[in-house]
């Protein structure tokens, strides 16, 4: 099973400012890397694809980069509705598994 | 727009059977693989299982191997997962997600999730 780690766990920033969170894969996953916000009580959702596909409807501050182990979401300048929990999923290899998440909040 | 609701969640004693289902809309139901995607309380996420989009294929991750069944029913546009002998481990609001991609697992669509809690 391919292991994801996000880190850091926890980011502080303030609104405006640049968020850089970290995936990190156990082994290759190539491209096959996807991206999720999560707020409270909802439902994730597709940010991208591909490593760095914006899916559809996302803004164009949050940008994906990386391939084989390593990866990284952007967020070019916070706002308020960007502070959730982040997932990277591996989809190279069964089972596709998820990272534990990167929590995004207020400084 | 793509709708997927899931229903079926509730309190069900450990060892007994629960059947969720998740019924789609907005799309063409009968042309995508569909999956369930778990979270447990406070937890991140953990993807369970998947169905092909004509129901011949099914993958699951080991700890629910032997006993959950993925299925559908493309003439009801439904999704199915049959929990039986269910464990406390396997509490967790329950997702299901449609994969839009032909050959990319990764979910560009997601249901509300319904919550499963297993427990005498």
């Known amino acids: 099973e391919i292991v994801m780690t996000h880190s850091p766990a926890t980011l502080s920033v303030s609104p405006g400012e640049r968020a850089t969170l970290s995936c990190r894969a156990s082994?290759?996953?190539?491209?096959?890397l996807a991206w999720y916000q999560q707020k409270p009580g909802q439902a994730p959702r597709l940010l991208v694809y591909?490593?760095?596909t914006r899916a559809t409807g996302i803004p164009a501050r949050f940008s994906g980069s990386g391939s084989g182990t390593e990866f990284t979401l952007t967020i070019s300048s916070l706002q308020s509705e960007d502070f959730a929990v982040y997932y990277c999923?591996?989809?190279?290899?069964?089972?596709?598994?998820f990272g534990g998440g990167t929590k995004v909040e207020i400084k | 727009q793509v709708q997927l609701v899931e229903s079926g969640g509730g309190v069900v004693q450990p060892g007994r059977s629960l059947r969720l289902s998740c019924a789609a809309s907005?799309?063409?139901?009968?042309?995508?693989?569909m999956h369930w995607v778990r979270q447990a309380p406070g937890k991140g996420l953990e993807w369970v299982t998947v169905?092909?989009?004509?129901?011949?294929?099914?993958y699951y991750t080991d700890s629910v191997k032997g006993r959950f069944t993925i299925s559908r029913d493309n003439s009801k546009n439904t999704l199915y997962l049959q929990m039986n002998s269910p464990r406390a481990e396997d509490t967790a609001v329950y997702y299901c997600?449609?994969?839009?991609?032909?050959?990319?697992?990764?979910?560009?669509?997601w249901g509300q999730g319904t919550l499963v809690t297993v427990s005498s």
């Open positions: 169905i092909s989009y004509d129901g011949s294929n099914q």
């Open positions: 999923q591996q989809y190279s290899n069964w089972p596709l598994t």
């Open positions: 082994q290759s996953v190539s491209s096959n």
């Open positions: 907005g799309f063409t139901f009968s042309s995508y693989a």
């Open positions: 997600a449609v994969q839009l991609a032909t050959t990319a697992e990764f979910f560009q669509h």
């Open positions: 591909d490593a760095s």
